[in-house]
């Protein structure tokens, strides 16, 4: 298997300007996270998707932050306009059923290293 | 304050040395994950953990689970250059349905030659 497969690996981008992260899911797995990770706060989830619906999106910043999950294969996390706050390494990952739940595990992409200069 | 707490913060030993890496829930815990990562990679499973005083095996690595005291604990046997990276740990600790896995901060973890 692929793995959960994400791009860009690298973004770098000027304030203001808007960014697109995307990711591709293993086959077949049902849940979607996006994390956040940065040295003050640690993994942070942002938002995470159940058969392509939003469940919880408690986590995702302010309104600047989106996230769409239009089929079973692929989601977008969109920040618009981009500050430089918003520094952070982006995880996608996936699982099949509710970790901890059914003891599934959750497999993390290689994350997208964002920069906003 | 962070719902999961992770000791120590950085730790730096010499290879063939054994080594204690701890997680602390403020919560019940359902369910503790730890993963390894290394720079600029993602987040590699190590192991799960659901029940009270369960313990697992990976190689050089052993993790076990206090259920009570709410914490978990990693330790690294004879510990390798390979073993570098920063440790991780996850918790579901909400319960219910409103499912959220938890990380902590990290554990970076440098190993001497």
């Known amino acids: 298997d692929a793995g959960v497969i994400q791009s860009p690996r690298h973004e770098v981008t000027e304030m203001g300007q808007e960014v697109t992260l995307r990711c591709k899911p293993i086959s077949g797995h049902d849940y979607l996270f996006w994390y956040r990770q940065t040295m003050m706060r640690g993994l942070e989830l942002l938002i995470y998707f159940n058969n392509n619906v939003p469940i919880d999106d408690s986590g995702m910043p302010e309104d600047r932050f989106s996230a769409k999950m239009p089929n079973a294969s692929f989601s977008t996390l969109k920040i618009q306009p981009s500050e430089p706050r918003d520094s952070a390494v982006y995880f996608c990952?996936?699982?099949?059923?509710?970790?901890?739940?059914?003891?599934?595990?959750?497999?993390f992409g290689e994350g997208s290293w964002l920069t906003v200069v | 304050s962070q719902e999961l707490e992770q000791s120590p913060q950085s730790l730096i030993v010499q290879e063939g040395k054994n080594l204690t890496i701890n997680c602390t829930s403020s919560?019940?815990?359902?369910?503790l994950y730890w993963y390894k990562q290394k720079y600029g990679e993602g987040l590699i499973f190590l192991m799960m953990l659901q029940k009270g005083g369960e313990e697992k095996s990976h190689e050089k690595i052993t993790a076990k689970l206090d259920e009570k005291k709410q914490q978990s604990s990693l330790h690294i046997t004879a510990s390798q250059p390979s073993h570098a990276g920063i440790y991780l740990c996850g918790a579901d600790i909400r319960g219910g349905s409103n499912y959220k896995l938890t990380f902590g901060k990290g554990t970076l973890l440098t190993v001497n030659p």
């Open positions: 919560k019940t815990l359902y369910g």
């Open positions: 990952a996936s699982s099949f059923g509710l970790m901890g739940r059914a003891g599934n595990t959750i497999y």
